[in-house]
């Protein structure tokens, strides 16, 4: 007993620690702030009680010829604002009215007058901070801003009703996708942003070296100290030679340990500056290249090429291979020089990958999981979503109540190929088998054909990647894509190919070296299992959910060729 007591960690004696709190002269007291959000949703509910709030002025105006101001307050919690009044007698007013000035106010919450639109107000008693703005420099108006603009400003465009409203829908998101996957028993798995093998085998990659800051670096040092001569080579050497023939007439006259001990401490001193001054005699400027011309990465940090991930599937599907249901959630990456509204360099991907699973199962798993997302939004995030409807997309809540009630319809690429090419209707890219499925193609099969999501499945192996599990027809792969209205491609999927030697030849087809993906083979190799998986672009999602039409508009902030602000 007395062992198990060692042993066990000290939680009991640190959460009975007396640890005294630092005295008020040492720190300011914690701000005990009340969320905005809250007020509205306790309504008059909260009248007669003191708070304290904090946000940012939406709108300010005196009245009352300059005795008292009304300000309209939001914190971010929430889309709406809390009205806030302010005597002249507690603070200068003009101080407080600018759009964009931060307020963090003490004060009583009280009923307006009855013909007042809000059920609830503060009355301030005490301004506690202030952050005053030039109103002439300030570059928010509180007109409408078109989301163009805004792009401009991404440091604060943050403040806006949209831009807000989009920050609270991706934060639904990307708490429902956490949600989802544990209530089904996946495990989120942290795959690397930096990667040596290309998932996509496009090449459209984001390369990640040190050579360049090297190189200047090294550069920067010749200047200051320019590299060996022979002649500085040689004469290091004779160095050497001179103390070693020291060592040797100390030992021949038999001298004393410590006299032979300091002569081979110089000796190997001497030595050692030789190799110094043979290795500064190497360095160049520039980059290092081969014999061949090419640059030698072996010189790199890594010792190789290493690229920013365009996608964790293929390492989360090792922990698939070990822990059955995972998936990964972060950024990827894509030097695409694309300026479409539906591309960025930078984005984020949900990637589950299942053991044990065939396409029918990744299907049914990308079905239940837009579902849920579009469940939860609507439960959730009812007021952010009724702000798009009334400013964005008129049908973005009727859109989400369609997907989420209305199973998905389920065709081969083959079956929507011959749909497309017996409708009377012109589009920009033909249709013929072979294809990859254009964004007009996609739309037009949910919106118009079927008029609900459409998983369409076993395309062309010749428009997908090579880990995509060949059928027996070997044309086609078992890939899968997840169609929904306003944005057509959603999700991408597919059964990987789990047969060693089959998935070896599709990595020579497609052009790619072996030597990076021999870890992936092991995977084959060494317990093969039959997995699926796939991957939904989560600004895609907000696209789809909220109506908006540009993708930069519902990322934080946005990489696209030309951009990289902050």
């Known amino acids: 007993m007395a062992d198990d007591a060692a042993s066990a960690p000290p939680t009991a004696q640190l959460a009975a620690a007396s640890i005294s709190p630092p005295s008020s002269s040492d720190l300011e007291p914690p701000t005990s702030r009340t969320r905005i959000r809250a007020i509205l949703d306790a309504g008059d509910a909260m009248a007669g009680e003191r708070v304290v709030v904090g946000g940012w002025v939406k709108t300010g105006r005196q009245q009352g010829k300059g005795e008292f101001a009304f300000l309209e307050v939001n914190d971010?919690?929430?889309?709406?604002?809390?009205?806030?009044?302010?005597?002249?007698?507690?603070?200068?007013?003009?101080?407080?009215?600018?759009?964009?000035?931060?307020?963090?106010v003490e004060g009583v919450l009280k009923k307006p007058p009855q013909e007042a639109k809000q059920r609830i107000e503060l009355k301030v008693e005490r301004v506690i901070e202030l952050g005053e703005v030039d109103a002439a420099a300030y570059p928010l108006p509180k007109t409408k801003i078109t989301l163009e603009t805004l792009r401009d400003f991404v440091h604060l465009r943050a403040r806006t009703n949209t831009i807000g409203a989009i920050a609270?829908?991706?934060?639904?998101?990307?708490?429902?996708?956490?949600s989802f996957f544990d209530e089904n028993g996946f495990l989120y798995i942290h795959t690397p942003i930096i990667t040596t093998s290309d998932c996509e085998g496009a090449g459209e990659m984001f390369q990640v070296t040190a050579l360049f800051s090297q190189a200047e670096k090294v550069e920067k040092e010749l200047k200051e100290n320019p590299a060996p001569s022979e002649a500085d080579i040689e004469a290091a050497k004779i160095v050497v030679k001179e103390k070693g023939d020291a060592v040797a007439q100390l030992k021949a006259a038999k001298a004393s340990k410590q006299e032979i001990t300091a002569a081979v401490f110089e000796l190997q001193k001497a030595k050692e500056n030789v190799s110094r001054v043979e290795e500064r005699s190497k360095l160049k400027p520039g980059l290092p290249l081969k014999d061949d011309g090419k640059i030698a990465f072996e010189n790199d940090f890594f010792k190789r090429q290493a690229f920013l991930t365009v996608s964790g599937q293929l390492q989360v599907e090792t922990y698939a291979c070990a822990l059955s249901n995972v998936y990964t959630f972060g950024p990827t990456f894509r030097a695409e020089n694309s300026h479409t509204s539906r591309h960025l360099a930078e984005f984020w991907m949900v990637e589950p990958e299942i053991a044990f699973a065939n396409l029918q199962d990744d299907m049914n798993c990308a079905e239940k999981y837009v579902q849920y997302l579009c469940k939860w939004l609507l439960k959730h995030c009812r007021e952010d979503m009724e702000f798009m409807v009334k400013h964005v997309d008129k049908a973005a809540i009727e859109r989400l109540e369609l997907v989420s009630s209305t199973p998905f319809e389920r065709i081969s690429y083959t079956k929507a190929v011959e749909i497309l090419e017996g409708v009377d209707k012109k589009f920009e890219n033909k249709v013929e088998w072979g294809i990859d499925l254009a964004s007009e193609h996609e739309r037009y099969l949910t919106e118009v054909i079927f008029k609900k999501p459409v998983i369409v499945y076993n395309y062309p192996k010749g428009i997908k990647a090579f880990y995509m599990r060949l059928n027996d027809d070997q044309k086609t792969v078992a890939a899968m894509d997840v169609l929904v209205p306003k944005v057509g491609e959603l999700i991408g999927g597919s059964q990987r190919e789990e047969r060693l030697d089959i998935l070896t030849q599709r990595i020579l087809d497609a052009d790619l070296p072996l030597e990076p993906y021999e870890w992936y083979l092991d995977l084959r190799r060494f317990g093969s299992v039959k997995h699926s998986g796939f991957g939904l672009g989560f600004e895609r999602m907000i696209l789809f959910a909220t109506g908006l039409e540009n993708i930069r508009d519902v990322i934080p902030f946005p990489r696209y060729p030309g951009r990289a602000d902050l």
Do not use: E, F, W
């Open 76 to 104: 971010g919690s929430c889309q709406g604002n809390l009205q806030v009044m302010v005597d002249k007698d507690v603070h200068p007013l003009a101080q407080l009215t600018h759009t964009g000035t931060s307020v963090l």
């Open 168 to 178: 609270r829908i991706r934060h639904q998101l990307a708490y429902a996708t956490h």
